[in-house]
């Protein structure tokens, strides 16, 4: 998806989020955004992915953005065997009332059959942002463990959100 948005003229920019000890590992990713963070505009579009989804809602406490896309999202534990390693972002208040200030669009996008994320879970968030749900048949929880290596539905949603280019 990098590529094809890039060939469109967009800049994106995926940071390498990766666990370090001893810090708690929402401080690493803080740590590590802080590297993207000039690049974040009110015009971007940011994308996070299961524990990046409550990463992306702390961000946006402080970013505006244009928009903002929610892939096997949840804002409190899923209660899974990612348990421990999830609480250190979702065992805090987020500020919903910024979030949704500073964020224009959300788009949640789930699967039936995701085996770590309960679709309750994704609803609760749903329901929070007052953000409707593009549910996904067999998608698992869209990695490469359940076959998901392309996601033209969101590129096709990113797309659609793109200015209009000069042909030449």
């Known amino acids: 998806m990098k590529e094809q948005l890039t060939a469109k003229g967009c800049d994106v920019y995926v940071p390498p989020f990766r666990t370090r000890e001893p ?5 690493n990713w803080l740590e590590e955004f802080e590297a993207y963070r ?16 409550p990463f992306a809602l702390k961000i946006l406490e402080s ?3 244009q ?5 096997s ?20 208040q987020f500020d919903f009332p910024a979030i949704t200030r500073n964020c224009k669009k959300f788009e949640i996008i ?5 085996p770590y ?3 309750e879970k994704t609803e609760e968030l749903s329901k929070t942002l007052e953000a409707p749900i593009t549910l996904i048949k067999n998608a698992g929880h869209f990695n490469t463990d359940a076959g998901f290596t392309e996601f033209p539905q969101l590129l096709e949603m990113i797309e659609q959100e793109l200015p209009e280019q000069d042909p030449q």
């Open 117 to 119: 994320v309960p679709i």
């Open 73 to 92: 999202g949840f804002m409190t534990n899923p209660i899974n065997k990612f348990s421990e390693v999830m609480a250190d972002f979702t065992d805090r």
């Open 38 to 53: 000039e690049h974040i505009q009110e015009d971007s579009i940011i994308i996070g992915h299961s524990m990046g989804v």
């Open 23 to 27: 810090k708690t590992l929402l401080y």
């Open 67 to 71: 928009s903002a896309y929610l892939v």
């Open 63 to 65: 970013t505006p953005v």
């Open 110 to 114: 789930h699967s039936d059959n995701d």
